[in-house]
């Protein structure tokens, strides 16, 4: 059972949401949830030695957050790189976010590359492409 099934197994949400931080390191991005205002931003580098261990927490977070959310949830994401597990929770991630906007909760991506970075434009282009929410990808210079 991977951590997400388990995690609703076990109904893990937090009753009071409060804002999540994780402050970003060389191989962790930042994270920045504002339960408050439906913002969530991440952004650095994704490359943690485990990500399971490092996107529990953003999870149990989401899954907490999604129990009262606001009308509308943004997420601001601009990572530099991504390595392959990393892309995997990343993905997950996005999956509750269509769900919940499926179910009639709006959420949008945007999804920010640097104007030579192919590999995380490319990377952002798979995810518009494959998952059924708003997903802009935007250029920055």
């Not at 892309?87 to 959420?107: M, R």
């Amino acid at each position: 059972m991977d951590i997400f099934a388990f995690l609703l197994k076990k109904n893990y949400y937090f009753c009071n949401m409060e804002n999540l931080s994780i402050e970003e390191t060389i191989k962790t991005p930042g994270v920045h949830f504002d339960a408050q205002n439906g913002v969530l931003k991440m952004n650095g580098r994704a490359i943690p030695e485990n990500p399971e261990d490092f996107f529990t927490d953003i999870m149990e977070w989401l899954f907490g957050y999604f129990k009262n959310p606001l009308n509308e949830t943004v997420v601001h994401v601009q990572l530099e790189y991504i390595n392959s597990g990393s892309s995997k929770f990343i993905l997950e991630f996005f999956n509750v976010l269509e769900e919940k906007h499926q179910n009639g909760h709006y959420a949008k991506v945007n999804w920010y590359y640097e104007e030579d970075d192919e590999a995380v434009y490319d990377l952002g282009k798979h995810y518009q492409s494959i998952l059924d929410l708003p997903f802009e990808l935007i250029e920055i210079y």
